[in-house]
C-alpha cells in the first residue's frame, strides 16, 4: 500500500497531491454544508412554532391600559415618604448607599411626580440587584436615567447617578 502512494505521489508531484487534499476537503465542506442547512431549516421550523405559541401571550399582554386604570393603581400622596424611605433603605441593605439624594417633586393634573436623583457606588452586580429589587418593589417607581463609570478601568466598583421617579396620586 505505502508503495503504492509513493507512486501517485511521484506521478502526481506536489501540485497534484495538494488538488487531491482541496478536492476532499471541498467534498468534506458539501457533506457538512447540507447537514448545517438541514439542521437550520429544523431550528427556524422550531422557532416559528415558538413563536406561533408566543403570541397569542403577547396580544393579551399588549391591551392597553387606559389612563384612568394606570392612575387608579397609583399610591396615594401620603405614602410618597415611605416609599421614598424604602428606596434609602434598599439601597443602603444591598450596600450600594451614595453620599446624597435629591428630590424634586411635581404635579400635575391629579398625579405627582417625586423626581430623585441618586448617586450610588458599588460593583456592577450589586448596581443590577439594586435596581432590579427597587423596581420589584415598588410597582409604581420608574428607573428614568442611568449613568455608569469607572475611575479606571481597573477598578472594580462603578460610580452610577440614578434617577428615578416615584409616581403617585397628588393630594390624596
Known amino acids: 500500500m505505502k508503495q503504492r502512494l509513493d507512486r501517485v505521489a511521484r506521478l502526481l508531484g506536489w501540485p497534484g497531491l495538494v488538488g487531491i487534499a482541496a478536492l476532499l476537503l471541498a467534498v468534506a465542506a458539501v ?23 408566543a403570541r397569542p401571550a403577547a396580544v393579551v399582554a399588549a391591551v392597553p391600559v387606559s389612563v384612568q386604570q394606570w392612575q387608579a393603581t397609583l399610591p396615594p400622596a401620603g405614602s410618597r415618604q415611605q416609599r421614598l424611605a424604602d428606596l434609602l433603605e434598599l439601597s443602603i441593605r444591598l450596600d450600594v448607599s451614595g453620599a446624597r439624594t435629591e428630590h424634586r ?7 405627582e411626580r417625586l423626581r430623585v436623583t441618586m448617586p450610588v ?25 442611568l449613568k455608569l463609570r469607572r475611575v479606571s478601568p481597573m477598578a472594580t466598583d462603578v460610580d452610577a447617578e440614578l434617577q428615578w421617579s416615584l409616581h403617585g396620586k397628588a393630594g390624596s
Not at 454544508?33 to 406561533?52: F, N
Not at 417633586?105 to 398625579?111: H, K, M, P, V
Open 105 to 111: 417633586l411635581a404635579t400635575s393634573e391629579g398625579l
Open 31 to 53: 457533506v457538512l454544508g447540507q447537514r448545517w442547512d438541514e439542521r437550520a431549516a429544523a431550528l427556524q421550523a422550531e422557532a416559528r412554532e415558538l413563536r406561533a405559541k
Open 121 to 145: 457606588t458599588g460593583s456592577y452586580a450589586q448596581v443590577r440587584r439594586f435596581i432590579s429589587a427597587a423596581l420589584a418593589h415598588d410597582p409604581a417607581l420608574s428607573l428614568d436615567a
